[in-house]
Structure formats: C-alpha cells, structure tokens
C-alpha cells in the first residue's frame, strides 16, 4: 500500500513559522466514555455525570489524553501525513483550561526549531509547538513534539 504525500517536507518547515489548520473537532459525550473506558481510565470525573456535578466544573471534563490526541491528530494533514518518519517525544504537555462535551477544537502549529539528523541524511528533526484552543478562543491544550521528518525525495 502506497500512502501519497500530503504533509510537509523537512525542507519546507521554517522556524517562526505558524499553521492555523481548518479542520475542527466537535468534542461529544461518547467521544469521551468511549475513549475513556477502552483506555481502562475509570475516573468518575469523565464518565460519571453524577458525580461531576459535585466538583468544582460541575460536569463531565473530556479525557486530557483525548484532547491531546485530537490536537495532535488535527496538525497531521498539513504538517505530517505521509512525511513522518517517527515521533521522537513531547515535551511541556499543559493543559490551561478545562475541555467539555459540545466544546469544539481549533488548533494552530508553531515551528520551533529545525536541525538535520547528524546521522542519516534523508530526515531531519522538527520540534513543533501545537495548541488547541475551544470555540472562545481558550486555549485547552498545548504540547511541543519533536518529529522526524523525511527529506524531499
């Protein structure tokens, strides 16, 4: 199976340079149980309705794991689908502001830095700052991953 190209080069990335990527998420309550059970995360504070009304939010938070994923996994297309080679590790995972059932994500990617493989020449490394932000412009979740990138072939 041949996966076309549609993420960035090695070359193409620019330190400073900003992504505002279009696609959006709507976040649901059975995004959030879903995920939250297969991944045997039992806290009452993202699958039990009941008891969120105790806590200070008063509802439901959506899964921290699920919101970085999501964030992630919006920056794929225009960054690095079909281009990546691995992720190497994320750094300064933070998580601002609470993220509920019905909120939407919006996300932009910031280049931070950008340095050639010292020992293979067709890749690079590309550290990228994400930050998801809800439909008021909150922002609910930044990350910086490090990736390594293929060179245009």
């Given at each position: 199976?041949?996966?076309?190209?549609?993420?960035?080069?090695?070359?193409?990335?620019e330190?400073?340079?900003?992504?505002?990527?279009?696609?959006?998420?709507?976040?649901?309550?059975?995004?959030?149980?879903?995920?939250?059970?297969?991944?045997?995360?039992?806290?009452?504070?993202?699958?039990?309705?009941?008891?969120?009304?105790?806590?200070?939010?008063?509802?439901?938070?959506?899964?921290s794991?699920?919101?970085?994923?999501?964030?992630?996994?919006?920056?794929?297309?225009?960054?690095?689908?079909?281009?990546?080679?691995?992720?190497?590790?994320?750094?300064?995972?933070?998580?601002?502001?609470?993220?509920?059932?019905?909120?939407?994500?919006?996300?932009?990617?910031?280049?931070?830095?950008?340095?050639?493989?010292?020992?293979?020449h067709?890749?690079?490394?590309?550290?990228?700052?994400?930050?998801?932000?809800?439909?008021?412009?909150?922002?609910?979740?930044?990350?910086?991953?490090?990736?390594?990138?293929?060179?245009?072939?």
């Amino acid at each position: 199976m041949h996966v076309t190209p549609k993420g960035m080069w090695f070359e193409d990335f620019e330190v400073g340079m900003i992504v505002e990527h279009p696609l959006t998420r709507t976040i649901t309550e059975s995004d959030n149980v879903n995920f939250s059970t297969s991944t045997l995360n039992p806290a009452p504070l993202h699958i039990d309705a009941d008891y969120a009304t105790t806590t200070e939010f008063g509802r439901p938070l959506v899964n921290s794991l699920l919101t970085l994923g999501i964030v992630v996994g919006i920056s794929v297309h225009e960054l690095t689908h079909g281009t990546t080679i691995a992720n190497l590790g994320f750094d300064e995972i933070r998580f601002p502001a609470p993220l509920f059932h019905g909120d939407t994500i919006h996300v932009e990617s910031e280049i931070i830095a950008c340095r050639e493989s010292a020992s293979e020449h067709d890749r690079g490394i590309v550290k990228i700052e994400h930050r998801g932000f809800n439909q008021h412009d909150q922002l609910v979740c930044s990350a910086v991953r490090n990736a390594m990138m293929l060179r245009r072939p």
